[in-house]
């Protein structure tokens, strides 16, 4: 049966910064995923606050609040069958030196916190992180 999902991805300000915007999409794009919206944005730290808030009692919880909204970012509805799974393994693993071959973070990433991408975990988030940057 099929499961056309869609999942909240963002390029991260490292990689906006570094100009790799339309190589990590170019990437989704060739693991057949169709970015159905996407916009360039720059937040503020208490809307990263609030996009993070699940991290809210880890130690790196304000220098991440603080990295997401330092620059630019890309963020994007992308949509294939098994999106938000998919769109975690064509991310790697969150550390790019553990990130496999092939893997945006290995390709791009520089170390944990400037890894490249976000990418929803479950459906439930998914749908909550599409609404935080899309619901009109
Ligand atoms: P992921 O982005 O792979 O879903 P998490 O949800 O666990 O990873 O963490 C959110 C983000 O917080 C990561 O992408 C990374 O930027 C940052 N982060 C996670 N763990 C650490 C850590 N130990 N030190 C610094 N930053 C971290
Ligand atoms: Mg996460």
């Known amino acids: 049966m099929s499961n056309i999902e869609q999942t909240l991805s963002i390029i991260k300000p490292d990689a906006v910064e570094r100009n790799l ?3 990590i999409k170019e990437m989704f794009s060739i693991n057949g995923f169709t970015i159905v919206q996407e916009k360039k944005i720059q937040i503020e730290k208490q809307e990263a606050e609030k996009f993070y808030k699940v991290h809210e ?3 790196f919880y304000d220098d991440l609040c603080t990295y997401l909204s330092s620059g630019p970012i ?3 509805i992308l949509e294939k069958e098994n999106a938000i799974l998919a769109n975690r393994e064509l991310m790697g693993s969150t550390n790019p030196k553990d990130a496999a071959e ?4 290995k390709k791009f990433g520089i170390s944990i916190d400037k890894n490249s991408v976000h990418g929803s975990d479950s459906a439930e988030n ?3 992180e599409i609404d935080f940057f899309f619901k009109s």
């Open 21 to 23: 915007d339309g190589q």
């Open 57 to 59: 009692t880890k130690p």
């Open 74 to 76: 890309v963020v994007m």
């Open 102 to 105: 092939g893997t945006i973070r």
């Open 126 to 128: 998914a749908k909550i």
